[in-house]
């Protein structure tokens, strides 16, 4: 079984700031995707950014890009220029090649983003 | 918003009642999931459907069960209900069952059970 573990339960951060979310997955598979949510507090679960496993570059979407370190089995989420906006809950998500389309996921990090 | 619609937004029930939550997926989209939020457990795979196919389990309970209508819209279907399934739900949806869909979600059911 897949496990995903996000060893930050809160950060913060200053506004225009940036800050780097953690992401550690545990899987035998060789393929698979990796995903990041976020959650504000509306309770809306948002895609932020995903990426492929066999894919070596790394993911990018305006200010949010992540450092993936397969070997590592890391996923890190950093997010550059933080607004107000970026407050939220951040989830880690590992989805394998193989299982259903079933969506593993962290426990989350709560970000707050300071004026 | 992802295009996915969930009703309704909130469900205030008591134990032993059933409750129907429904999913509508976005315009095109032939996959349906359901997720469980719960403050213990974590956000958890339920369930996944394609095309009125169920394609995958993940940790449902027995009370619970699901289908996905020909309009591709699902229900989720909670019985015996007790006050750990407070929690809330979300469904999402794919254009398809392939693993490189990605999975869009909908404004979640949020369920109290007294």
């Known amino acids: 079984a897949q496990t995903v573990t996000q060893s930050q339960p809160e950060m913060s951060v200053q506004e225009a700031e940036t800050v780097t979310l953690s992401c550690t997955y545990d899987t035998s598979e060789s393929n698979y995707y990796l995903f990041w949510y976020k959650q504000p507090p509306s309770r809306q679960m948002i895609l932020v950014i995903r990426?492929?496993?066999?894919?070596?570059q790394n993911a990018t979407e305006n200010r949010f890009s992540v450092n993936f370190q397969k070997a590592a089995k890391s996923f890190s989420l950093k997010i550059s220029d933080s607004q107000l906006g970026d407050t939220a809950m951040y989830f880690c998500a590992f989805m394998p090649n193989n299982a259903g389309n079933m969506l593993t996921f962290g426990g989350g990090t709560r970000l707050m983003v300071k004026p | 918003d992802s295009g996915v619609t969930q009703t309704p937004k909130h469900l205030i029930t008591a134990t032993g009642q059933r409750v129907t939550l429904r999913c509508s997926p976005r315009?095109?989209?032939?996959?349906v999931y359901w997720y469980q939020q719960s403050l213990d457990q974590g956000l958890q795979f339920l369930i996944h459907?394609?095309?009125?196919?169920?394609?995958a389990k993940g940790n449902i309970l027995e009370r619970f069960s699901a289908q996905q209508f020909p309009d591709l819209h699902s229900e989720l279907n909670l019985s015996s209900l007790e006050l750990g399934d407070s929690a809330l739900y979300f469904c999402?949806?794919?254009?398809?069952?392939?693993?490189?869909?990605?999975?869009?979600f909908g404004p979640g059911t949020r369920l109290l059970v007294l």
């Open positions: 315009s095109g989209d032939l996959s």
């Open positions: 999402a949806s794919s254009v398809a069952s392939g693993v490189q869909e990605t999975q869009y």
């Open positions: 459907y394609y095309n009125g196919e169920e394609r």
């Open positions: 990426q492929e496993a066999y894919k070596q």
